[in-house]
């Protein structure tokens, strides 16, 4: 998707990337399930920032799929900021000795959770949720622009991105 050369070129990238972050969230629920993060603790977290990626690329894959004049400015990396902010915001954990590191995850065993780590989770889902209404008010208004010309593929584009938000809420 990244490297593939097709008239959605710049769509597939925010795909690849999304999938690329899809990943590297899922390695974090490998690393619990196997105790992973026990023989890495210097791994622990850094599959969250992640997450605040889901809903920015999710959005601008969407919008550059049904808008291909679509131009990219720089303001526009200012929807990477959240993801920016918490690795700014966790830089202090990233470089705790690994004993800390594994004291904190036996909390974590033990049930005990954060506020912070319920406020992170608070936004995540209140960012994401934004994004997904975006990316369907773009649906919405590129439905309304093809009524008139639709194809069968460009049915099936829609249904598919209608599937994707689905699937996220």
């Known amino acids: 998707l990244l490297a593939k050369k097709s008239p959605n070129r710049r769509a597939?990238?925010?795909l690849g990337f999304l999938l690329f972050s899809f990943s590297m969230s899922i390695t974090h629920f490998l690393f619990v399930r196997t105790g992973a993060y026990h023989e890495f603790p210097d791994l622990l977290q850094t599959s969250f920032p992640f997450l605040f990626l889901f809903g920015p690329?999710?959005?601008?894959?969407?919008?550059?799929?049904t808008d291909r004049t679509h131009i990219l400015r720089w303001r526009d990396l200012l929807?990477?900021?959240?993801?920016?902010?918490?690795?700014?915001?966790?830089?202090p954990f990233y470089t705790l000795p690994h004993a800390e590191k594994l004291a904190?995850?036996?909390?974590?065993?033990?049930g005990e959770v954060g506020t912070s780590e319920l406020v992170v989770s608070f936004v995540q889902i209140l960012q994401l949720s934004c994004y997904l209404v975006a990316a369907h008010l773009v649906l919405?208004?590129?439905?309304?622009?093809?009524?008139?010309?639709?194809?069968?593929i460009e049915q099936i584009t829609l249904r598919l991105l209608q599937t994707g938000i689905l699937m996220f809420v």
Do not use: M, Q, W
């Open 12 to 14: 597939n990238r925010f």
């Open 57 to 65: 690329l999710f959005y601008f894959y969407v919008l550059l799929l």
């Open 79 to 91: 929807h990477g900021l959240p993801f920016l902010i918490f690795i700014l915001a966790r830089l």
């Open 104 to 110: 904190y995850l036996a909390s974590i065993d033990k």
């Open 140 to 152: 919405r208004a590129y439905e309304n622009r093809i009524r008139t010309v639709r194809s069968s």
